[in-house]
């Protein structure tokens, strides 16, 4: 049984085609932007518990429209904190023949998630920051299973997309974005590099469940700064796009 946060059907942002976004619960991470915060902790009464029938049943229905490359994402929370779980459920939904994404923070780093990245036609990595104090500021968590990830994923020669935040006074110092382009730009996996503005819209939801917001007072990133990051990534990565 997989236990899952939410679900969204014929989203267009997770991945290629139209997809089935399976969101599951828990993460390892605390990122101080993060806009679904009930995903986070593993007891959230609002969550669901799905089998691998549950999820190709859903799939079938959804075929029709799978079209350039559209098939399942799991998303999260952090999908590789149910690895286990996943692991056979994405066996079967490859055997039926459905395209795989695995939209992940990068946090966990074992033989069985090698595996699961093994299956998976396509990786997104949110890598958050590129250097170590600052993505510690950012998630409580170091970088270094993320990077390994990221340099896994490298060696199999499997598709990778990397995914980074852009907030304003965190995220969008030039040093940085210029540091962490230039440390992927000999990836051969990576086809795209996503560039995801900072918004408020999950601001709200920090006071419903009566959390505190780090980043209280920091404003959304603008297209202005959206482009600057995008021109400092273009000169070391290719295929750079804003989200």
């Not at 399976?22 to 995903?39: E, K, L, M, V, W």
């Not at 500021?137 to 170091?142: F, M, N, R």
């Not at 490298?154 to 995914?163: A, I, N, S, V, Y």
Request: with cysteine; aromatic share 10%; charged share 25%.
């Amino acid at each position: 049984m997989l236990k899952v946060h939410s679900i969204e059907t014929f989203g267009t942002h997770d991945g290629p085609g139209i997809r089935l976004v399976i969101f599951t619960q828990g993460c390892p991470f605390r990122c101080a932007y993060c806009h679904n915060p009930d995903s986070q902790t593993w007891n959230n009464p609002k969550a669901i518990e799905l089998t691998a029938e549950d999820i190709i049943e859903r799939l079938q229905k959804e075929k029709p429209y799978f079209k350039n490359g559209g098939g399942v994402t799991f998303s999260g929370g952090e999908p590789t904190l149910q690895t286990k779980e996943l692991l056979p459920i994405c066996q079967q939904i490859k055997q039926a023949g459905f395209h795989i994404t695995l939209d992940t923070c990068g946090g966990i780093f074992t033989e069985e998630t090698q595996q699961l990245y093994d299956l998976c036609d396509l990786v997104m990595l949110d890598v958050k920051h590129i250097n170590r104090d600052w993505h510690v500021k950012l998630t409580k968590h170091s970088n270094d299973t993320v990077l390994k990830n990221a340099h896994y994923r490298e060696q199999t020669g499997k598709e990778l997309w990397l995914r980074y935040v852009l907030v304003p006074g965190w995220t969008d110092q030039d040093e940085y974005l210029k540091e962490w382009a230039q440390y992927f730009s000999d990836f051969k996996s990576i086809t795209k590099a996503q560039i995801l503005p900072y918004h408020l819209l999950g601001v709200h939801k920090y006071a419903e469940l009566g959390l505190d917001y780090i980043l209280d007072g920091v404003r959304a990133a603008t297209e202005s700064d959206a482009q600057r990051a995008k021109k400092i990534f273009e000169k070391h990565l290719k295929a750079v796009e804003i989200a």
